[in-house]
């Protein structure tokens, strides 16, 4: 669905105005129901055994004298997943099945092993004690370096490595190989005049929503049944928990609840399929709500790394070569997004030879997620690291040298495909342009730019538009809102149909009252499920033209839709007065019927987001605490729908950053076990450690959407890990190498090499 | 186990309940009470979602018994709103887009409720530290901040509401 027409002429009336969101009244008095907020008649509560044990063979689980404590009605294991086949047919849902409950061997600390259910949560939790698992407990390894090595301890005995011609058959922790970019790097450093490389690291760091996953399952005697949850995608949810408990997928109805966040992390499951298993076995409702500790030790960070970087470029700025290898692990299964990491590092801009080589690797860890522009954040530190290292080298501003190499409208990407209409140029410009950027800088202060780039996805999306009898109209989107869709979807509806922001009501349909959606992702709803709305309204509005033309005795192409109203096409169709939607609204039973759009589609032409962040930050050298003075973010938005909620994402992107770059990590103790499973211990960044944070936002439109908009949620959170290293690095006189900079790490590098460094 | 017997005060209005003795105030006011707007996002004080205030105090509800309520006055997030008017720092978080997912907003709210009335017009830093106890992870905070900001100046008069 191509832009409409040049940007430049388009007036909008309600999109790019500032509008309140229609879940917000409820949001703000408490009314809003989320994961864990719904209750049911005789309902039971369920609770997950997990393993102690980083790797273990469980030789056997014995349930009797959790069985026998009163209040206890349901208690499911591995056995309660049995081989269906459409479980085996799918590598990805196998391992679904196995994160679910463990089997046969536990492959890290918070592997679920048992469930039960209980009358009440204090029940179940006692009777999780009763419950006897003889582990045989395995060496383990959660280091991406140590589990490659040939000794390592092996989670699968079937993994072997893909993507390597001449792998051995044997089984390893290394579960793809994959490679990518063009030309001759060794004669692109050749040609070069500087070539700086090093070796980074980054700690696996978690979404950290808020809402923990919560669920309410309810399954009928007959098979069938209702399952409420906060998840990024309801589809899903259902496909998945259908399939890994033997039922037909149209047996399950799941309804979303509003979800408390997400960012990645719940676009999978976990505890779904076990509420709906214990629910069957138990006959009753039954709720599981994670506690904090289950989410950080068994739902799904994002991968830690070590990539290596070595780029090179001449004294005139052009980039010659540019090389990595990344290593991810991404947990106890396979699909860390090193894939992505590879395509995404180099992506800002154009250098003339470029080589990426990813590792997949396996490890005793919880299996990961996604989160935000997944695998793109620690390969952007370590190039946009080396990028600044360079423009210093060579004594160039460090804008001007991004500016100098930057992937243009019509270059072609790094990763291969050609780039349409973007916007990284505009931000980097921006930035230059930006008081913040000539702000004198004061002692042990430095500055940091970083950019950043996100593909963005469209995916499977179907939207529904109802008219109501007053003119009013009812869209359902099967795409979870978590940053103000719905507000967005509102205004797209009223925009198309010339009828008020306010008069348009947006829901989150359940899966039984609307098509397949793919999960929210890819920053992909207020574009794809924007431009489903879109088209739904415009198929509105052609039957309410039919309609009209019905009335008036004309042919329907006689009518066209303008304002709200259908109008006669031109003089020839005759004299008519502008029927309104409400009175075409209130005729819709005598004119043919209930008045509808839809559409349904895999949407194609997301638009890649670019953004370029600047910030200041001060060191204490005593202590190595970091301050954020000032923090700039600059992105293209496409066409921003809802500014504000644009500004959120970019905002909220930010701060995940800064606190993946300053104090966010998984810390595991020598048995493997997570040693700080709470926020108190992994420490998010809270109030008072940040400043504002400055916003702009640049409208280059994206030709595949009708209005221009390109998604805003993930592009957000990849140039701040860079950026902030940057910054100390400038404020340091050394590179940090490892993130997170906490303060024990920032102190050991300034003492081991705190000189100026020879450029900076 | 015989469950306590306890007598309150929750938004003005009296309650009684039975609870079990070890069962927290969260849990009584979500699971007894059916008042799910305080959130637990983490059952050990960290994250700020369960605050209510307690004779005066900001808390988190979920380090607090629900047998410890006896004789005492509870608000939560419920009590905010008089009908259908918003409390001024509801209003302006909706209209400053405070709220992203939602799900720290109620107790986020509880709690500048509480410095508000204890500070009238509180600077950016007072601001950042009194809500130090309230993790957002969608906002950044910005929007927050700025939302108390205006919310307080209008409670003080100085400007129209919003």
Redesign the interface.
Same mark, same amino acid.
Request: aromatic share 8%; net charge neutral.
């Given at each position: 669905m191509p832009l409409d027409r040049d940007p430049a002429d388009r007036t909008y009336k309600v999109v790019g105005h500032?509008h309140?969101?229609p #879940?917000?009244? #409820?949001?703000?008095?408490?009314?809003?129901?989320?994961g /864990? #907020?719904l /209750?049911a008649p005789g309902l039971l509560h369920g609770r997950i055994l997990r393993s102690p044990h980083a790797h273990a063979r469980i030789k056997s689980i014995d349930t009797s004298k959790a069985l026998a404590l009163e209040g206890v009605k349901a208690i499911v294991t591995a056995a309660d997943f049995p081989d269906h086949p459409q479980v085996l047919e799918d590598g990805e849902l196998t391992n679904i099945r196995y994160n679910v409950m463990a089997r046969e061997k536990a492959l890290y600390d918070g592997h679920a092993v048992a469930a039960v259910a209980a009358s009440n949560?204090?029940i179940a939790a006692k009777a999780l004690k009763l419950i006897e698992v003889d582990y045989e407990v395995l060496p383990h390894v959660v280091d991406v370096e140590l589990a490659m090595k040939d000794d390592a301890p092996i989670l699968h005995d079937h993994i072997r490595t893909e993507g390597m011609e001449d792998a051995p058959d044997c089984p390893t922790n290394v579960a793809e190989r994959i490679e990518l970019g063009y030309g001759d790097v060794e004669a692109g450093f050749a040609e070069a005049d500087v070539v700086i490389e090093r070796q980074f690291r980054t700690g696996a760091a978690h979404?950290? $929503?808020?809402?923990?996953h919560a669920c309410l399952a309810n399954i009928s005697g007959d098979g069938s049944g209702d399952l409420w949850c906060c998840t990024q995608g309801q589809f899903m949810v259902r496909d998945v928990c259908a399939q890994l408990n033997g039922m037909d997928v149209s047996k399950l109805r799941v309804t979303p609840s509003?979800?408390?966040?997400?960012?990645g992390g719940k676009t999978t499951v976990f505890i779904e399929p076990v509420a709906v298993a214990l629910s069957r076995k138990a006959g009753k409702p039954v709720k599981i709500?994670m506690?904090?500790g289950e989410v950080f030790r068994a739902t799904g960070p994002t991968a830690s790394s070590a990539i290596w970087v070595k780029m090179g470029c001449k004294r005139d700025g052009t980039i010659t070569a540019a090389q990595a290898e990344l290593k991810y692990q991404g947990g106890a299964f396979p699909g860390s997004p090193v894939s992505m990491g590879a395509m995404t590092a180099f992506a800002c801009y154009q250098p003339k030879t470029l080589k990426a080589i990813g590792w997949d690797v396996v490890t005793n860890r919880p299996k990961q997620a996604a989160y935000r522009a997944p695998g793109a954040p620690m390969a952007a530190f370590a190039v946009e690291s080396i990028v600044e290292e360079l423009a210093h080298t060579i004594g160039m501003d460090p804008v001007d040298f991004r500016l100098k190499n930057a992937a243009t409208s019509g270059s072609k990407s790094a990763y291969g495909p050609t780039y349409s209409d973007i916007g990284l140029v505009e931000t980097l410009e921006a930035v230059k342009a930006h008081p913040n950027y000539a702000i004198k800088l004061g002692p042990n202060q430095g500055r940091g730019v970083a950019s950043g780039f996100w593909f963005n996805f469209g995916g499977q999306t179907a939207v529904t538009l109802n008219l109501n009898i007053d003119g009013t109209v009812a869209l359902s989107v099967g795409t979870p809102d978590?940053?103000?869709s719905r507000a967005s979807m509102c205004a797209m509806a009223a925009e198309e149909l010339g009828i008020p922001y306010h008069h348009v009501q947006t829901i989150i349909a359940d899966t039984g009252s609307l098509g397949f959606n793919d999960v929210t992702d890819g920053s992909r709803v207020t574009f794809a499920s924007g431009l489903a709305t879109i088209e739904a309204a415009r198929n509105a509005a052609k039957v309410l033209c039919e309609r009209a033309a019905k009335i008036w005795g004309i042919p329907a192409d006689a009518v066209t839709w303008e304002n709200g109203c259908a109008v006669p096409a031109g003089p020839n169709a005759g004299e008519f007065p502008p029927m309104t939607i409400k009175e075409l609204a209130k005729k819709a039973g005598e004119t043919g019927g209930p008045i509808a759009g839809h559409f349904e589609v895999s949407a194609d032409g997301a638009g890649p987001s670019f953004a370029t962040h600047l910030v200041d930050a001060e060191v204490d050298r005593e202590t190595g605490r970091i301050t954020i003075l000032r923090y700039l973010i600059v992105q293209d938005a496409g066409k921003a729908v809802s500014p /504000? $909620?644009v500004?959120?994402q970019m905002?909220?992107g930010?701060?995940?950053g800064i606190g993946w770059a300053l104090n966010e990590e998984y810390i595991y103790n020598d048995k493997g076990v997570m040693e700080n499973p709470?926020?108190?211990d992994y420490r998010?960044?809270? /109030?008072? #450690?940040?400043p504002?944070?400055d916003t702009q936002i640049v409208e280059v439109p994206n030709p595949g959407h009708p209005y221009g908009v390109r998604g805003v949620g993930e592009t957000s959170i990849v140039p701040p890990l860079g950026a902030v290293a940057n910054a100390v690095a400038a404020a340091v006189g050394a590179r940090p190498e490892e993130l997170p900079m906490s303060p024990p790490r920032l102190l050991k590098l300034m003492k081991e090499q705190a000189q100026p460094l020879a450029a900076e | 186990m015989s469950q306590v017997h306890v007598t309150t005060k929750i938004n003005g209005d009296s309650t009684e309940y039975l609870c079990d003795a070890d069962e927290t105030l969260l849990d009584v006011l979500r699971d007894r009470l059916q008042m799910t707007g305080s959130k637990e996002g983490c059952g050990t004080g960290d994250c700020g979602a369960c605050t209510i205030i307690l004779d005066g105090r900001p808390v988190c509800s979920c380090l607090v018994l629900g047998a410890e309520a006896e004789g005492r006055s509870v608000e939560t997030i419920e009590g905010m709103a008089n009908g259908e008017e918003l409390h001024p720092l509801q209003r302006h978080f909706l209209n400053g887009a405070a709220l992203q997912c939602g799900i720290c907003t109620p107790g986020i709210l509880v709690a500048a409720k509480a410095l508000l009335a204890q500070n009238a017009n509180p600077s950016e830093t007072e601001i950042r530290y009194w809500l130090a106890g309230n993790l957002c992870r969608c906002t950044g905070y910005d929007k927050i901040i700025r939302a108390v900001q205006s919310a307080a100046a209008e409670m003080r008069g100085e400007t129209h509401a919003a």
């Open positions: 500032r309140n969101r #879940d917000g009244i #409820d949001k703000v008095t408490g009314r809003a129901k989320f /864990a #907020d /209750a949560p204090r979404q950290g $929503y808020i809402e923990p509003e979800i408390g966040g997400g960012f709500v506690n904090r978590i940053g103000g /504000a $909620y500004e959120g905002q909220g930010a701060v995940q709470g926020f108190l998010v960044p809270v /109030a008072s #450690d940040l504002m944070i | -």
